[in-house]
């Protein structure tokens, strides 16, 4: 069998030829075919050896999820994270971590977009206490990948309004599914217009979080649930007066791989699963066969997805 794996940490991985077979499943497990694996930032950072969900040495399989084929029934599944090496032609993966796709869904867009779409759907369906449905919904760093889809999926989820902050005008302007947008500016605050917002979704970080929590019009005895789930602006830390906290109603939480549990995870691919089916391919998505895993690793541009094809 021809896997990729890591054999030094912040290197790409190496194409093997010859790997030992995968031995037939167990009861509990299916084997599939890997369709498609998608390059998001987090397989990136575990190349890296840094990233949270990283466990064991090296030679290190870093990929998260994945879409695989079973060939007894022909059908295409969703392979959740972490659930088995995928940098390979088959992989042994158990039943319960695995969702069924529609057969009409297209293996390289769920891998492109898997990582994107579920951070915006796991925040908001596990994170965010109630959920989203009727509520008014913030997105700071609208126009970022995974900003975008969280506005398709809010709606999708029932939220009453969507508005969407960014420092890109032109590209903010262009964006759907918003009902109101907002540049985010230095200094910033949120324009009164907004009205009452009931959770923040911040995929940007750094100091527009406290700017957003400061002048954000918050419902008194509903209070503000303020989710941060990405750091594009590069801050590691969160620097918050405490007398903010003290001041205004704001529950701060995280979502990420630490926050969420695998019984989330299982609970929420179903629905997952057939979200990520109905998504046409985006012209951003960039292939390669998994064989060139070296060269085609640092190669995208820009915004650009790259998915391996085993």
């Known amino acids: 069998m021809n896997v990729a794996l890591l054999t030094a940490w912040g290197k790409p991985p190496k194409y093997i030829t010859g790997a030992p077979p995968l031995p037939p ?22 190349a890296l050896g840094k990233h ?4 064991g040495g090296l030679p290190y399989d870093p990929s998260v999820d994945g879409v695989g084929l079973d060939e007894s029934t022909g059908k295409k599944y969703y392979i959740a994270p972490t659930a088995a090496p995928l940098f390979a032609e088959r992989a042994n993966v158990e039943r319960h971590l695995v969702a069924e796709l529609p057969s009409e869904a297209d293996p390289i867009t769920v891998a492109a977009l898997a990582n994107p779409i579920s951070s915006s759907w796991m925040a908001l369906n596990v994170r ?4 989203c449905k009727g509520r008014n919904l913030f997105i700071v760093g609208a126009t970022s990948e995974s900003g975008r889809h969280a506005a ?17 005008k032109e590209t903010l302007d262009k964006l759907e599914g918003l009902d109101e947008r ?17 959770i923040v979704l911040d995929y940007v970080g750094g100091p527009t979080n406290v700017a957003v929590m400061k002048t954000v019009e918050i419902q008194e005895g509903k209070g503000l649930q303020y989710v941060s789930v990405g750091g594009l602006a590069g801050h590691e830390n969160l620097v918050i007066p405490a007398s903010l906290l003290n001041a205004r109603d704001i529950r701060i939480l995280g979502s990420g791989m630490g926050g969420i549990t695998m019984d989330d995870i299982i609970k929420e691919m179903p629905g997952l699963a057939a979200f990520l089916g109905k998504i046409k391919r985006p012209a951003n998505i960039v292939t390669a066969p998994l064989a060139d895993i070296e060269t085609a690793w640092d190669s995208t541009k820009e915004k650009e997805r790259l998915v391996l094809i085993p």
Not at 52 to 55: A, D, R, Y
Not at 152 to 168: C, D, F, M
Not at 188 to 197: A, C, H, L, Q, Y
Request: zero cysteines; hydrophobic letters at 45%.
């Open 128 to 131: 965010v206490i109630g959920g």
């Open 25 to 46: 499943p167990s009861p509990s497990q299916l084997q599939l075919i890997v369709l498609a694996v998608g390059v998001p930032r987090a397989v990136k950072g575990r």
């Open 182 to 198: 907002v540049l985010l500016t230095d200094p910033f605050e949120v324009p009164k217009t907004v009205g009452p917002i009931d």
């Open 152 to 168: 398709r999926i809010a709606r999708h989820l029932g939220a009453a309004k969507i508005v969407g902050a960014s420092r890109k």
């Open 52 to 55: 949270s969900s990283v466990k």
